[in-house]
Structures are given as structure tokens and as C-alpha cells.
């Protein structure tokens, strides 16, 4: 009994300070706090080299990871080699890290997982043996649309996510590209071409045991939109794609969105008209949807000016941008998390003699513009998301570190 009794006073007297540390920590995590609208992260020239104009280099062609802490760019420069891997910091200020790849030129992830990156010859290498082993990283297998401008997307197993490292099984990634024998003058248009393969992976080595082979797609569609597209894009799942019919036969070439089928196996695409953006401006990337039911947003850059357009509002969204001359470089991406990132040059203030000019990252958050709060006040409605929260990026950071057993 005195024992008891000690114990019970030890706790009464705990008890009080525990929960006095505690419960700050638990409301504090759990109380939502908005990433910022805009922030910009600098690249050091010291570390990525210069350009000829002495600003850090940025490279072209740079495609965003599902969480937005990495970048695969193309052009990096004689200081990275052709294609480098660069890491965001975890909070919005912080260096900017680089690693060297082996692969070519236009170089490419599979999206939606990221569990690969495809070099423009077909060669398959996991994503986690590159960022370890940067430039002596080795392929697992050669597959798929080769080729500049090449796009891939690996198909979701269950419920839009992703089987995880260690557990992988049967994986589907669908790829889309022109036929490499296109008339190299007119290189990035010319008819398209898809092929889906299946892959079996068990976390250390992976094999291809199917393809439904190349196959020429949207031929139900010539006689509206022609037999030749520009700038194709797939979506992050696979079953949709963007791009510019080059000579429709009726109208002006517009930025389109098509339907694919969701069976990977299936070698029949209807291409069914989903979106037309009414216009021709740079790539549009595919965001990931929130829901089943609400179609994923794209963004663009257009005359050095980035967008989003929400399919289901039919709404263009300029994006804000807090400094000087801000000037996008390379066609932007959309996180899982609805942030976009993209590679831009810009000033600290208007003044061009006293502020030398930056390059790096900017990364914004479309819930939080002057556009699409405006387009909610207008309605006199509140909308459906007023910002991204840390949570939500600390969440898919971790998701993604999780899925390619990275740390945090």
C-alpha cells in the first residue's frame, strides 16, 4: 500500500507537468498553418555553375516529384553534366542540393510514383539508386517509348496511391512519344504513339513480363483534329494526356485534353475530348486530382508567366509572384499536395543596377492568389480551400520518403 500510494503521488505530481507539455504539442500539430503564397529559393552558382550571363544555371525540361522535393532537369550545365537531380529544402528557406545522373538529355520520371527515371534510350533506373548513387547508378531494364519528349506514367494499384519499396508486385507504366523516326525537322510533332508494359519488381531487381507493343493512337479523331500533335503530356495516373493538335480541321491549333482508357492492357484509345484550353500556350502538366470525381488541374508557363486552370471551373489562374521581373524559365509541375514549382530568374526590387539579377525556384501556392480569391469573392462564396498547409506538404514529403525508403 505505501507503495501504491508514492506512486500515485509520483504520478499526481508528473501528471500536471506531462500534460503541461504535451497538450501545447498536440493542439500546436494539429492547428493548421499555411505554407507561404509565394517563396523563391536561390541557386548558388558556386554549386550548380553560371551561365553566360554569370547568373546560377538553370537548366530546361525539368519535371517536379509528386511531394515537390525534387527536380529532374535537363541542361544543367558543363558544372552537373546533362541531367541533374536537385533537392528542395524541407522548409521554405534553405539550400538547394544537386546531384549528378547518368542519363542523357530529356530524360524522364515515371509519374505518379517516381519509382523511375527513364533515360531517352528506354533504360529504366530506380529512383532511389540514382539519388544514392548519382552518376554510377545502373538501369534494371529497357522498356517503353524512347526518345525526346517522351512521357510515362506508371498506372495506380489501389485507391490512387502506390504500392510501396519492399512490396511492389505487378506495375504498369504507360508511355507516350512520337514515332522516332519523325522528320527531324519537325522534331516534338508528328503522330503519337503509346505503349503500356507490365513490370514485376521486388524492391532489388525488376523484369518486364508483358507490352501491349507500340501502338499509333487518336486515329478515330482525324477527321477533327488531324493526324499530328504538338507538346503531349500524360497524366499523373496514365489515363489522360494533353496536347496541340497541329492542323485540326476545324478552328486554330488549341492546348486539348484526351481521354485513355484505365485498362493497361487495353489497345483500343478513343481519345474522347475531356478539356480545350481555347489556346497554344507551353505544355500543360497534369496536377494530381483531389478527388475521383473532380478532374486534375494543369499549369503552363506562357510568355514567362506561369497559370493554372482548373478543369471543373473552367478558371485561369495567373499566379502571384512577390519580386521583380519574375520570369519562368521551364514549364512548371503540380505537387500532390496542388503547390506548383517551377525554374525562374528574378530581381529583390525594380531597380536592374542595384539588384543583381537571382535564379532558382520559385514555389507557389494557387489558393492563396489574388485571382482565385477573387473569383470566390466575386461569387460571393467561400471557397473550397483557402491554402495548402504545412501539414499537407509534411504529409506527401513523407509519403514519398516512405514509398522510396528515403530518409525524411
Known amino acids: 500500500m505505501p507503495l501504491i500510494k508514492a506512486m500515485r503521488r509520483g504520478f499526481s505530481t508528473l501528471f500536471p507537468a506531462f500534460m503541461a507539455v504535451w497538450m501545447p504539442t498536440v493542439f500546436a500539430q494539429e492547428a493548421p498553418v499555411c505554407v507561404s503564397s509565394v517563396a523563391y529559393l536561390p541557386l548558388d552558382a558556386s554549386e550548380v555553375g553560371a551561365d553566360a550571363n554569370g547568373i546560377p544555371a538553370l537548366g530546361t525540361y525539368e519535371r517536379i516529384s509528386p ?19 536537385m533537392e528542395l529544402p524541407a522548409a521554405e528557406k534553405g539550400a538547394v542540393k544537386a546531384y549528378r545522373t547518368p542519363f542523357s538529355n530529356e530524360a524522364f520520371p515515371v509519374q505518379g510514383s517516381w519509382r523511375y527515371l527513364v533515360d531517352v534510350s528506354g533504360e529504366h533506373y530506380r529512383f532511389a539508386d540514382v539519388l544514392t548513387k548519382q552518376a554510377q547508378a545502373r538501369p534494371l531494364f529497357k522498356a517503353g517509348m524512347t526518345g525526346f519528349y517522351a512521357a510515362a506514367s506508371e498506372m495506380p494499384s489501389r485507391a490512387g496511391r502506390f504500392i510501396a519499396e519492399g512490396d511492389f508486385g505487378t506495375i504498369h507504366i504507360r508511355s507516350l512519344s512520337w514515332p522516332q523516326n519523325a522528320n ?30 507500340s501502338q499509333f493512337i487518336c486515329q478515330s479523331r482525324r477527321p477533327v483534329d488531324g493526324s499530328v500533335y504538338a507538346l503531349p503530356m500524360l497524366s499523373v ?54 478527388k475521383e470525381t473532380r478532374p486534375a488541374w494543369l499549369t503552363y508557363s506562357d510568355v514567362g508567366h506561369v497559370y493554372v486552370f482548373d478543369r471543373e471551373l473552367r478558371l485561369t489562374i495567373p499566379l502571384d509572384h512577390g519580386r521583380h521581373r519574375v520570369l519562368a524559365s521551364a514549364f512548371p509541375g503540380l505537387t500532390r499536395d496542388g503547390r506548383v514549382i517551377y525554374g525562374a530568374t528574378w530581381r529583390e526590387c525594380p531597380d536592374a543596377a542595384k539588384c543583381p539579377e537571382k535564379a532558382g525556384y520559385v514555389v507557389a501556392d494557387p489558393y492563396q492568389s489574388q485571382a482565385y480569391k477573387a473569383y470566390w469573392s466575386a461569387r460571393q462564396e467561400q471557397p473550397p480551400k483557402a491554402c495548402i498547409t504545412r501539414q499537407d506538404v509534411d504529409r506527401e514529403r513523407a509519403e514519398f520518403a516512405r514509398l522510396h525508403r528515403l530518409l525524411p
Do not use: W
Not at 67 to 85: E, H
Not at 185 to 207: C, F, W, Y
Open 67 to 85: 511531394d515537390g522535393r525534387f527536380i529532374l532537369r535537363s541542361y544543367s550545365g558543363a558544372q552537373l553534366g546533362k541531367v541533374s537531380l
Open 237 to 290: 495516373d496514365g489515363t489522360e494526356f494533353s496536347a496541340i493538335p497541329q492542323i485540326p480541321e476545324a478552328g486554330q491549333p488549341s492546348m486539348r485534353v484526351y481521354g485513355l482508357s484505365k485498362d493497361p492492357k487495353s489497345k483500343e484509345q478513343a481519345c474522347d475530348l475531356r478539356a480545350d484550353l481555347g489556346f497554344s500556350p507551353s505544355k500543360a502538366v497534369f496536377g494530381f486530382p483531389e
Open 184 to 213: 527531324a525537322d519537325n522534331q516534338g510533332v508528328g503522330p503519337l504513339q503509346m505503349t503500356t508494359i507490365e513490370v514485376k519488381d521486388d524492391g532489388h531487381s525488376a523484369r518486364v513480363v508483358s507490352s501491349t507493343g
